[in-house]
């Protein structure tokens, strides 16, 4: 039944769940906020404690979260796996995050990139956005950071795949 405001007619939401193509019982996401919660995120973060926090936190959220521990571990886990979003430090041994948003513009510009670092220098942080990235999250972080800015950049890049 609708409802009737000066403003505007709400009607009641259509129910577009469907069944998933890999079989299991968990319906598709009806509406664009579910699907940003069912996104695949892939943390790189050579500190093991700031991985196993990133992953709980997402993982708490609903997004499905794979965590390595350097961007050669991430560059054999974007070639398996289709990942929405990358959330990357900067500051790593071997490769760094800049090397993993170069390679991800090059060979996965369809995946979103947030970088997670200590850099608290706005020229750097304003160098590393200039890049492309998504979002920039200061370290140490709340879950409320994090949430917000994975939030905003699965919207955005929902937005961005929807336009093309």
Same mark, same amino acid.
């Given at each position: 039944?609708?409802?009737?405001?000066?403003?505007?007619?709400?009607?009641?939401?259509?129910?577009?769940?469907?069944?998933?193509?890999?079989?299991?019982?968990?319906?598709?996401?009806?509406?664009?906020?579910?699907?940003?919660?069912? =996104?695949?995120? &892939? !943390? !790189?973060?050579?500190?093991?404690?700031?991985?196993? &926090?990133?992953?709980?936190?997402?993982? =708490? =959220?609903?997004?499905?979260?794979?965590?390595?521990?350097?961007?050669?571990?991430?560059? !054999?886990?974007?070639?398996?796996?289709?990942?929405?979003?990358?959330?990357?430090?900067?500051?790593?041994?071997?490769?760094?995050?800049?090397? &993993?948003?170069?390679?991800?513009?090059?060979?996965?510009?369809?995946?979103? !990139?947030?970088?997670?670092?200590?850099?608290?220098?706005?020229?750097?942080?304003?160098?590393? &956005?200039?890049?492309?990235?998504?979002?920039?999250?200061?370290?140490?972080?709340?879950?409320?950071?994090?949430?917000?800015?994975?939030?905003?950049?699965?919207?955005?890049?929902?937005?961005?795949?929807?336009?093309?």
């Amino acid at each position: 039944m609708e409802e009737k405001s000066k403003h505007m007619t709400v009607a009641p939401a259509a129910d577009h769940r469907r069944e998933p193509a890999d079989g299991s019982p968990h319906a598709a996401p009806a509406s664009e906020a579910d699907a940003a919660v069912a =996104a695949n995120l &892939l !943390v !790189v973060d050579d500190e093991a404690p700031i991985r196993k &926090l990133l992953r709980q936190y997402l993982e =708490a =959220a609903g997004y499905g979260c794979r965590a390595v521990e350097s961007v050669a571990e991430a560059k !054999v886990a974007l070639q398996d796996t289709a990942f929405d979003l990358v959330l990357s430090d900067i500051n790593m041994p071997a490769a760094s995050g800049i090397d &993993l948003i170069r390679y991800m513009q090059d060979q996965h510009p369809g995946t979103a !990139v947030v970088v997670v670092s200590v850099i608290n220098d706005p020229a750097k942080a304003r160098a590393i &956005l200039d890049l492309g990235v998504y979002g920039y999250i200061l370290k140490p972080f709340t879950r409320s950071q994090v949430a917000i800015t994975v939030g905003n950049a699965l919207r955005h890049l929902q937005l961005e795949r929807r336009d093309k």
